[in-house]
């Protein structure tokens, strides 16, 4: 294939028992060995067995009849230098991360290499396996919690669920916030987000004259997405950086700032609190 489109897929039945995938790649699509282990532990490269569809990353790997492989090939996802996150606490059966603006909370069927969870697969000592527990947008930055196994994973996942789990953030806005919005009488936002009910509270923290801008501190109750920002444009402060509800023309990167995790942990029991102390 001399000149590649920017983006394609391509779906191959396996017919030949113990054919080697990154062989059998090779020959359906015409790229280069080299460049489909590339995509193979970028995640790009899939392999269906009956009803369930996993990434396949072993480019050695002998394949059984009557599977089905798939190619996902997207060039600016493929290009893409995933940020490097800091390692905030190793607890074992999951992970506590300051995520960089950029760096993704979940992959797509073109690929996760841009992600935390195959950040912290790949960095890791020992190494396992990562499991999103929740989600962090892409323009954020911040505390994430990351599972090492389906367990924890489904256990951590359900105080989110619950609401049993303190989330605390910070964010600067467009604009004099009113000074008045403290701790124990925010300003308080119940909007439905996609039809779902959503609730956040904002806190006046301070404020910045010279570039006419207030730091908030949020607290929500829900996690729908990008439920900060929608409220916090609903009340005419949208967040600094945020383009898609805010000032298009701003170029600095999105003021959020997710600062502070608490929580029991379900599986020993323990109280558990980490802050990034903005």
Known sequence: MSELPIRFEKHIEVTEKCSIAVDLLANETGLSKQLIKQLMQKGAV????????????????????????HLYYDKLVLERVPPAPTLISDEKHYSIWNKPYGLLSQGSKWGDHCTITRWAEQHLL???????????????????????EKKAAAALSA?????DI????????????DKTATESHPVTVEQEIEGRQAKSHFIFLQYEPKGNRSLLQVRIETGRKHQIRIHSASLGFPVVGDRLYGKVEVEEDLQLMAYYLAFECPLTNQYKVFDLKP
Not at 46 to 65: F, M, N
Not at 166 to 177: A, D, L, M, S, T
């Open 166 to 177: 303190e989330k605390r953030y910070q964010i600067w806005v467009h604009g004099e916030f």
């Open 126 to 148: 020992p190494q396992r396996n990562s499991f999103t527990v929740h989600r962090l947008d892409r323009a954020a930055n911040g505390l994430i919690i990351v599972a090492h």
């Open 46 to 69: 899939w392999q269906s067995i009956g009803k369930k569809t996993q990434r396949l990353r072993r480019a050695k790997k002998a394949l059984k009849a009557n599977i089905k492989l």
């Open 159 to 163: 105080l989110f669920q619950q609401r």
